[in-house]
């Protein structure tokens, strides 16, 4: 008896610990955005996007403020920074519903090991926090979109629908730091912009925590597909020539869904092939003179897959210039290989001359309505 006694005592003292850290909704200023910036060699600018909640009082109209606020400072550390935020802000900073970290670029270029040191020890940030790269941070932050007034939101909400995009795609805290302990020490992140309204389409790439390049548009569609193995809806619009007459083109937009199988040919020297297979979509056939026949779809297929093939040949070529390997193929042949592999050879000579076979296979799904030039009409 004494002895459960003694446990329920205990058991309660345990319950009780975590009451010290509690604390109400209103004693919690909740913080769903963060920038980080560097200002000069001694100085970053730590900045917290923050909601607003207002009531209106009863029989006011609409009130004129932002749903939200941005504080902003500078100091030799982000832990100074941080601590500087703290000092202005009436109530606990609660980091437990963070969305995004927005770095900038001239960071970014320096290196961001501080950084995600910085969020990663941060005990209530999620590891599945948004990582972000920007220009300019206090534009992003302080941006105001025609769809969602807050920008952390507005960032969240895209990468978690289903966006019919074949860019730049969502990269976590924890992603980040799994694919830069790989062999090769490189991975990427979005880049966003504003200057019209927050766009959210290219690819910073990282080697060793600093941004090295970048990868632009569908650039940054086949970094998806070589590291993802698939890529949705990536539209090409090509000028195809009609077989009937060799001196006629016609121009055709299609949507495109490609799959990859990865193989490794042989290790010294490296290379590997990559086996593609996908679905065309038409979307648009740019003329009312040219029937959608068979033989132009066979056109199509030759030209679709000539570029695919090109398209993917530059966003490699242009890594091995860079002697950046973000994909995990030189991690594929350590895993082979791990006693005579080095990385350092990989990275600066095997890596700038691996060579890659593509083989494509391709099957038109749809045709749309467009495609149906020949329909007949119903009545008069």
Not at 208 to 226: N, P, Q, T
Not at 325 to 346: K, T, V
Request: a negative charge; aromatic letters at 8%.
């Amino acid at each position: 008896m004494v002895k459960k006694i003694v446990l329920g005592l205990v058991f309660i003292t345990l319950l009780t610990g975590c009451l010290e850290d509690s604390k109400e909704i209103d004693q919690r200023t909740i913080v769903l955005g963060m920038g980080i910036d560097k200002i000069d060699e001694d100085e970053i600018q730590l900045s917290l996007q923050m909601p607003v909640v207002v009531r209106p009082m009863e029989g006011e109209g609409e009130i004129d403020h932002s749903e939200f606020v941005t504080v902003t400072t500078s100091a030799p550390s982000l832990w100074e920074a941080l601590t500087d935020l703290e000092a202005q802000t009436p109530t606990v900073l609660f980091f437990g519903h963070l969305k995004t970290v927005i770095i900038s670029e001239r960071l970014a270029k320096g290196g961001i090991d501080e950084v995600i040191d910085f969020i990663d020890r941060r005990s209530p940030i999620d590891n599945q926090v948004h990582l972000l790269i920007a220009s300019d941070v206090d534009a992003i932050l302080n941006s105001e979109s025609q769809l969602v007034f807050l920008p952390s939101l507005y960032i969240e909400r895209f990468f978690e629908s289903d966006q019919k995009l074949s860019r730049t795609d969502i990269v976590r805290l924890f992603e980040y730091r799994r694919d830069t302990n790989m062999i090769s020490k490189s991975a990427t992140i979005p880049l966003i912009y504003s200057e019209n309204n927050l766009t959210i389409q290219d690819f910073a790439v990282f080697k060793g925590d600093k941004m090295v390049d970048i990868l632009y548009g569908k650039e940054a569609g086949f970094s998806r597909l070589l590291k993802e193995k698939q890529l949705r809806h990536i539209n090409y619009t090509l000028t195809v020539p009609v077989p009937t007459n060799e001196a006629e083109n016609v121009e055709v937009s299609i949507s495109l869904n490609l799959n990859l199988i990865f193989s490794i040919l042989q290790h010294q020297p490296p290379k590997f092939n990559l086996d593609l297979d996908g679905n065309i979509e038409f979307i648009h056939l740019k003329t009312e003179s040219v029937d959608l026949t068979d033989e132009l779809i066979d056109a199509l297929k030759i030209e679709v897959k000539k570029v695919v093939k090109e398209d993917i040949l530059h966003t490699i070529n242009k890594m091995q210039e860079s002697r950046t390997e973000p994909w995990l193929f030189g991690h594929r042949i350590w895993i082979d290989e791990p006693e005579d592999f080095d990385e350092e050879q990989w990275l600066n000579n095997e890596w700038p001359t691996a060579e890659f076979v593509i083989n494509i296979d391709l099957e038109v799904e749809k045709i749309g309505q467009r495609g149906m030039l020949d329909k007949i009409k119903v009545g008069r």
